[in-house]
């Protein structure tokens, strides 16, 4: 292979997923990260970044040698040099989660060395229809689309089976102001809100009043329509539903409730410890704290806290029963993981919405004395690399009443709570 093969034609025998939507070959002693293949097959690629050491990036072009799990991609804008939106519509929706639990379980072992199975759990809904929340780019002549792979080139699409239906039909029917972004968001009363991105401008709203409403873990939720909330209809559930059952926080005990948005996780937590206890969130954007303080007003054992979390460890009431962190993609960082551990919580509480941040933060909670009981996946993000995932943690040494959980890292399992 030159120097810099972009361009170049390889015939490739496709080895196992890696994290980030591609599959890894190897053509004359150099890595090759191949999209729109699956482990197994025998693929012709074709090479389309370079920069020269170890490895480079390649588009499966043509299927020589199929393997069992391949099936036609729902969307014709999917594929080699398509929208850059999805990694795996051309593959069976079973083997989508296998993978995705393959790359969870690689993290976990490469980073934390931790040798563990992974499940990667199926929301309801089915793998279409599902984003709330859809960003779009608007190209050089107003056309809305969608970003190619690792490009800046918009590509105009009539529509997005991956949207909730009729969510960006007004959107994709027109033209708009050259360049910048739109924000597209649903919300649980079919209500469409839409957000104009204008490069170096302030945000614009064009349609809808900003607000929307989300219905999760039993209550109504009035919020900013551009705040943070999980993208599929199905995961908030399903989330405030593990956080409850896995932080079996005391009647009358101290949680935080970390990077804790508008207080989802809080509001279940406020209902373990009671009026006695204290759910401590803290987040750092004014606008969710906000709409948190307004939606949990009932609950006087809730306290928000505006600022930075590492900022606002040193100030949390304590000792904590129970620390539940829900950091941003890159994860809450040694320093805040260490942080935590330092007060000695019976449990933590860990989610995720990258692998190897999540190894990265479950390694450091293990060099502090804590072990991992288990850890779940959600396929919180269907025809995508992405997956949901959170996992509990509790110091060493501690006894354990069992999760439930057959695929426990731990090996203990039992029919309740961790207690």
């Known amino acids: ?16 997923v890696g994290h980030g ?14 999209r729109h293949a699956l482990p197994g097959e025998r693929v012709q690629a074709v090479v389309t970044e370079d920069r020269g050491g170890s490895y480079c990036r390649a588009d499966a ?10 099936v036609a991609p729902p969307c014709p804008a999917s594929g080699p040099g398509g929208c850059g939106g999805c990694d795996f519509q051309h593959v069976d929706p079973r083997v989508q989660r296998e993978l995705k639990a393959q790359v969870v379980a690689e993290q976990l072992r490469r980073i934390a060395g931790l040798d563990i199975a992974v499940t990667v759990q199926e929301l309801p809904g089915g793998l279409l229809g599902w984003r709330t929340r859809t960003r779009l780019a608007v190209d050089g002549s107003g056309q809305p689309g969608f970003r190619i792979h690792r490009s800046h080139t918009v590509l105009p699409v009539p529509a997005c089976p991956l949207a909730v239906t009729g969510s960006l039909d007004a959107v994709l029917a027109r033209r708009w102001r050259p360049g910048g972004e739109l924000e597209v968001v649903a919300d649980d009363s079919s209500q469409v ?10 945000p614009k709203q064009l349609r809808g009043t900003g607000r929307v409403v989300r219905n999760a873990a039993g209550r109504r939720w009035e919020l900013s329509a551009r705040a943070f909330w999980q993208v599929h209809p199905a995961a908030a559930d399903a989330l405030a539903a593990l956080v409850r059952d896995w932080a079996s926080a005391p009647l009358g005990g101290t949680v935080w409730d970390l990077y804790g948005g508008v207080g989802l996780f ?11 206890g204290t759910v ?87 060099q502090c004395g804590y072990r991992l009981l288990t850890v779940r996946a959600l396929d919180a993000f269907p025809m995508t690399h992405h997956v949901e995932c ?11 009443g069992g999760c439930g959980d057959e695929d426990a890292p731990c090996g203990r399992t039992g029919s309740g709570r961790l207690s």
């Open 1 to 16: 292979m030159t120097p810099d093969a972009r361009g170049a034609q390889l015939e490739l025998t496709v080895g196992p």
């Open 21 to 34: 939507g591609f599959c890894v070959a190897r053509h004359e002693g150099r890595v090759v990260f191949v």
């Open 61 to 70: 072009v043509a299927v020589l040698e199929p393997a069992a799990g391949r």
């Open 193 to 202: 809100q839409v957000v104009q991105l204008p490069a170096g401008r302030p």
């Open 266 to 276: 809080a509001s279940v937590l406020a209902g373990q410890v009671g009026p006695t």
């Open 280 to 366: 401590t969130v803290v987040e750092a954007s004014r606008r969710a704290v906000a709409d948190g303080a307004a939606a949990l007003a009932d609950l006087g054992q809730v306290r928000f806290v505006q600022g930075r979390v590492e900022q606002a460890l040193a100030q949390l009431p304590g000792p904590p029963d129970v620390v539940v962190l829900d950091p941003p993609r890159r994860g809450a960082g040694r320093q805040v993981a260490t942080a935590v551990a330092d007060r000695r919580p019976a449990r933590i509480v860990h989610l995720a919405c990258d692998p190897a941040a999540l190894a990265r933060d479950v390694a450091a909670y293990l």
């Open 390 to 400: 959170i996992a509990v943690l509790a110091p060493d040494g501690d006894s354990c």
